[in-house]
């Protein structure tokens, strides 16, 4: 932590900050300068606000050096985390695809879709059988006959699954039937939630909050890590601005971002972070481009009749071009995606 | 809904869209131009998502018309509703101050702050004892321990109490203990949770989530309400923007919204709003200008010590300042604040 | 400046920092705790890029230590400047009403707004002639006609007048006939027109930039103070959110932050900061509470055939409601709206 | 115009409102339902402003359903405008860059870059002689001496150039020596400006304001094109947002939305939409992936010692990555980057 004094600060008033420091148990260092005196205050006390020095007398700023977050950090883990899900490897040069409906609604709409991802290079089946909405009124999701449905159909066609968890009290319902465990975006500070998570061993899936800084998806992150879990991967889904043509700004930037600060991979959903259907293909490429470990895309057999987020999921046919389309920039940066059977 | 249809529109798509509204069970009308078709569709279908009809061919844009929420509107309730917490009445002409400590953290603080906060004209002791915290490292509250301490310090001092909930599992727990549960920033959209509060027919403190438009909001309630408990109220905490100089930015023009599109009443949290003690009494002033139903502070008695937001948490005799100064405000809007024993 | 280095960094990059620094001109203080080596960079260059350090190997973060503005800064002048027009004292205990219609439209208009606006005690008159309007084809204002008009207004009702110039070549031109010369809003950062106002020793009203920091808003004021015109004052007018029910999100809080920041006066402006007409009274009212020295707000004869933003203007009751609210707050605080002639 | 009416409204409120209606000239449909009467005005009145009738008694909501901007709309010229700028093409199939240093400094710096961009393909030369500086202590250009610079660079290696005007009395002589005028994004609602670059018949680079809607970037543009100057192109630099770590967020969506909206070409310029060298690389791939017609880099031969921007700056070995990395995207999406001399 840094402490910068303003011009002319009274030496009383140095000292008294620095009698504070010592007591919370700092390590501090002063410069003084002609006109104006910093000191330095080394030792890692997360738990320590520096507001408490900042409203001090006398004192200008105080500035925060270490990150907050251990486990989530590069400095902490200098190689890539790559998570392996039943042979799925999710971080590594392979460029991973989850796809599925919002919803499960059915044993049809499942399988059929569960056959066409698959059938085109997707390794994940994603489909919610908990849905936080924003409305009581709107579909809230079958539960865990979904959870059932979407296991079957993904075992049929060999995929993996990917499905969300809304409350501490679903964690052992949900993780008996998932392969990863999805957080979604407004649960992102969701605490017990998140430790929850963490005693488990199976991979997390953490969606940014729609308003949250990377500094505090990580420290989410890092909720979950330092109870034990280290499966976590990050995904991008679009976050709150003034701008609302689109239902949220999707941040790419945060892709580099991201693998600068953290080891874990991160994925990018552009059917979120649009909300609009004709935009998911350019912004599935843009994310790929960026360096995105994978993306998640929103695909039903019939999204005029969805029962939720049908307008921003693709048509199977559009599911296509996009594999196509990815596939191409994938290789153009040196990644691949796994072959699509059906396309062979 | 209204359907805007491009200019020059072909007629089969018109009636293409016409077809669909009749499906969904809308009442269908239109209005044509010489340029362009507008077609209005009647009906309440909470579940239904307008973007299905936005991506039709020929459609230029679609307006929802009717709110999405029903028993937290205006236009539902005309009254105000008057929340009545064992004599002490929110949302009518008194001005209710809720004051106490971020977190409980012992018995001599707690006990010291509800003897102040009462003798200067508080009606509702706060205090955390399940706290929600960025970081894994921080203090986490005292969990039931915290909720006797800040139920016997109340009991004490005839003051209410109004203390977070964190997730489904708590419930029983706090409602055992307090008088109003609060329900987090973070937890706006917490769905399982806002649930389960709806089962009791204790009131409920429904915080403003840092990206929440007051339609998200006002839904949040509506979740609440729909379960069966009428008595929630609202509080403004401050949302996020890219001005960071203060923590969040407190948005005060929330209390004339509120008050024009529901019944419920409003309450202002100036001391998370602004993020910064120095900058807590103006505010405050300002809420109750605004025509909020009361405030809520943080009041330590010994700030610079506290475990969890110390540096916006006023002194003691900041307090009685801040009565003094609210207390003129409140006359001049011709409200009023309950006396102050200690003062008096 | 305070660079912080990762955890671990190789001397030799340290020194190369350490290097660059010198070379800069900064006198560089050194500390290294067990972990971590912090490097303070006292002297104050204005010009110096702090994210030219921030990319060297090794540094894991740099903090700007000192404000980028020199004039504006509260530790440049420790008391509040009053700036006087023709007798109006702006800053001091007098709380200041700015009020009059969107654009001057006509004699008719300016000249009843006038007599009304100065009985109920205002004392300035606003109107502007030349208008920034988002759409080429909204009224443009009258210009040089609409200067003269409001001119020969205030005059005819002992007011002074604040009127917007939009570019460098209007500067001369509405200077002749304005006592103030307000900055619009988008207009914040042109840097040209700053640097002309800041020529003259006329008062200079500066609007916030909707987007604008509360840095980046005083370093505009920066570029008039540093040109040598002292007589600035700032206006707080909302700025842009993700939330849209108002037109911008009034930040009260920027009151008491620039009160601290810095010693010029700030004036609030609930019209444009909330844009919708049964806001303005309550959030003048808060401005007031909030410590703001003046308010601005839109008042005109016929809101509804107003030019431009009418439904944001207040009908003339309305203005003598408002200004008995407020005269009740401003007492409650401490300060005075000067007498109101026809309400005496 | 869609107008709501509150459930219930009385009768004489719905034909108050059709009175105004009929007397601003619009064509009046009226669609009543069982609680809810909506009613139409068709026409277009690009003066009007809705809020007349939102605050109307009886009124719940009032939606605009023209588009404010004509000449700027897909809807006006569907086929894609291509600007041709002395032979190279912009909107079309090839894909341009523009390099070049944040300002340009001394004749050695512009000719070492124009020679590296020009060998790596890029088609124009960007540089600032006139800089718009947040603080008035940093750097503001060369003035004449930097536009003559970069022409005569420029020419030597067969490049176009791009250069920033920002004002009124400025845009004679930049015109005279440039061959595209930027506007900048602190200008993009300087609408004097606007007006006076509408009457050339020369390019403009209109970049997005840092707070602007996708609708108000559009009636900027609307501004140029009404004077009658047909030849804009629009630039997406990044918006404001919460998040701080970058310098701004860049809106990669805004490519697919603009090419929706409107028939102008889009170019996207990622050193200010990341403000970090880092992150430019991969933003830029992200950008042509995305759709763009073009990016602009910020490029400098010892960006260490660059008197703006440099931190965000590529060196000359990085161009030549960039471009390479570009041209296997644009290939990938079947577009084309001129061949680079340097490298064939």
Redesign the interface.
């Known amino acids: 932590m840094?402490v910068?004094f303003?011009?002319g600060a009274e030496e009383s008033r140095i000292q008294d900050v620095i009698e504070?420091l010592n007591e919370y148990g700092f390590?501090v260092?002063r410069?003084?300068?002609?006109?104006?005196t910093?000191v330095?205050a080394?030792?890692v006390k997360?738990?320590f606000?520096p507001?408490?020095i900042?409203?001090m007398e006398g004192v200008?700023?105080v500035?925060r050096?270490?990150e907050?977050?251990k486990f989530a950090s590069r400095?902490w883990k200098k190689e890539n985390t790559v998570i392996d899900v039943g042979g799925v490897r999710i971080g590594n040069e392979e460029l991973v695809v989850m796809a599925g409906p919002c919803s499960v609604e059915d044993e049809r709409q499942i399988e059929d879709t569960a056959a066409h991802v698959s059938a085109c290079g997707a390794a994940f089946l994603r489909g919610g059988a908990f849905k936080?909405?924003?409305?009581?009124?709107?579909?809230q999701g079958l539960g865990e006959e979904g959870l059932k449905l979407l296991r079957a159909a993904a075992d049929r066609h060999g995929l993996k699954t990917v499905t969300e968890v809304?409350?501490?009290?679903q964690v052992e319902l949900v993780a008996r039937y998932a392969d990863v465990l999805q957080i979604g975006a407004?649960?992102m500070?969701?605490?017990?939630?998140l430790?929850e998570v963490g005693k488990l061993r199976k991979p997390v899936f953490l969606k940014r909050?729609?308003?949250a800084?990377?500094?505090?998806w990580l420290?989410s992150a890092?909720?979950v890590l330092?109870?034990g879990n280290p499966h976590v991967m990050l995904c991008e889904r679009g976050?709150?601005?003034?701008?609302?043509?689109?239902r949220n700004?999707?941040?790419?930037?945060a892709?580099?971002?991201i693998k600068?600060r953290s080891h874990l991979p991160i994925i990018v959903d552009p059917s979120h972070?649009?909300?609009?259907?004709?935009?998911v293909i350019?912004?599935a490429?843009?994310?790929?481009?960026?360096?995105a470990d994978g993306i998640m895309v929103e695909v039903h057999p019939n999204p005029?009749m969805a029962k939720?987020?049908?307008?921003?999921s693709l048509y199977f046919e559009q599911f296509v071009d996009l594999m196509a389309?990815i596939r191409?920039?994938a290789?153009?940066?040196g990644r691949v995606i796994r072959d699509a059977p059906a396309l062979a």
């Open positions: 840094i910068v303003r011009p504070r390590d260092h410069s003084s300068g002609v006109n104006q910093v330095g080394i030792g997360p738990e606000d507001r408490h900042r409203v200008a700023e500035y050096v270490t907050q977050y400095s936080p909405r924003t409305s009581p009124y709107s579909f809304m409350e501490v009290g407004r649960n500070q969701n605490f017990p939630l430790k909050g729609p308003s800084t990377t500094d505090e420290m890092e909720y330092s109870e976050i709150r601005t003034f701008e609302t043509y689109t700004t999707l941040d790419l930037s892709v580099p971002v600068k972070g649009t909300g609009i259907r004709g935009k350019p912004m490429r843009a994310a790929v481009a960026a360096g005029d939720s987020d049908g307008p921003q389309q191409l920039i290789q153009a940066i």
